[in-house]
């Protein structure tokens, strides 16, 4: 009898946790490839969507009341943290993105949008999320999609919410790689001793300084010939003659004669 009853309680048990435990989906996410313009900032990062991967409906929402959310944790603490309330109701409120940013060994979750919006339709471009884009999440909601920590190491999963009924994760993804985020330098650590600069620095360097020097001995040359005089030649400057002291020369052309002058003409009768 008590071990009838022992094996009713496992039973009870097994079927408990599995009832709890969210479907799992064959995807691991990512961040968009090497030419993806800023996918990964110091505070910010870019994922490609889960497009087609979450078809399932729940039972108790539709596809336009199902939500899909990303749990973003800090380091494997925060990890094995979201993995071990998983089962149950999510209080968004105690793991909060302030909480979250506060602590650094926790999670938060933050909405991406209603599972209608991941058909399976191939996307004419690429459709991305990116996390951190909020900058205004520290008086903002729990579930803001805050900036990160600079040097934070990320893992992240897509999961498929029911808001209406059970108000549980009801499907999950895998787990990320870790995303380590750039390390913000301080200026004063900077070496900026000629040794640290590599080679194409040095030539640009060497090329400007050449073109300054020479630049600065061609304006000091001119000036030096400007001010010597260097290069004028001398020029003859010959006064007006006085418009008194013009002579013209009086010319009559042949076929015009004065009217005071008298012409014989033979007569050709005579």
């Not at 009713?8 to 435990?21: D, E």
């Not at 903002?140 to 920590?149: K, R, V």
């Not at 301080?186 to 070496?191: A, E, G, K, N």
Request: glycine share 8%.
């Amino acid at each position: 009898m008590a071990l009838l009853l022992l094996a009713v309680l496992a039973c009870i048990s097994f079927c408990t946790v599995n009832g709890q435990n969210p479907v799992q989906v064959p995807y691991v996410p990512g961040i968009t490839p090497n030419n993806f313009p800023g996918r990964v900032t110091s505070s910010t990062f870019t994922l490609k969507l889960p497009l087609c991967y979450f078809s399932q409906t729940p039972a108790g929402c539709t596809a336009a009341q199902c939500e899909i959310w990303l749990v973003v944790a800090q380091g494997v603490d925060g990890q094995n943290r979201f993995d071990s309330v998983k089962g149950v109701p999510l209080d968004f409120n105690v793991n909060s993105y302030q909480a979250a940013l506060t602590s650094g060994k926790s999670f938060f979750m933050t909405k991406v949008g209603t599972q209608q919006s991941f058909p399976c339709d191939e996307p004419t471009a690429m459709q991305v999320f990116r996390v951190g884009s909020d900058s205004t999440c520290v008086a903002g909601p729990p579930t803001c999609n805050g900036p990160l920590p600079a040097n934070t190491d990320a893992r992240v999963k897509y999961v498929l919410y029911d808001p209406i009924a059970s108000k549980k994760v009801e499907a999950e993804s895998q787990w990320s790689q870790p995303i380590l985020l750039t390390k913000v330098k301080d200026q004063l650590s900077i070496d900026e001793s000629f040794g640290k600069r590599s080679g194409a620095m040095v030539v640009i360097t060497a090329v400007l300084t050449s073109l300054t020097a020479l630049l600065l001995i061609g304006l000091i040359t001119a000036l030096a010939l400007t001010c010597s005089g260097v290069g004028r030649g001398k020029q003859d400057i010959t006064a007006p003659t006085p418009l008194g002291s013009l002579r013209v020369k009086r010319y009559n052309t042949h076929n015009v004669h004065s009217p005071t002058s008298s012409t014989s003409v033979p007569n050709p009768n005579i």
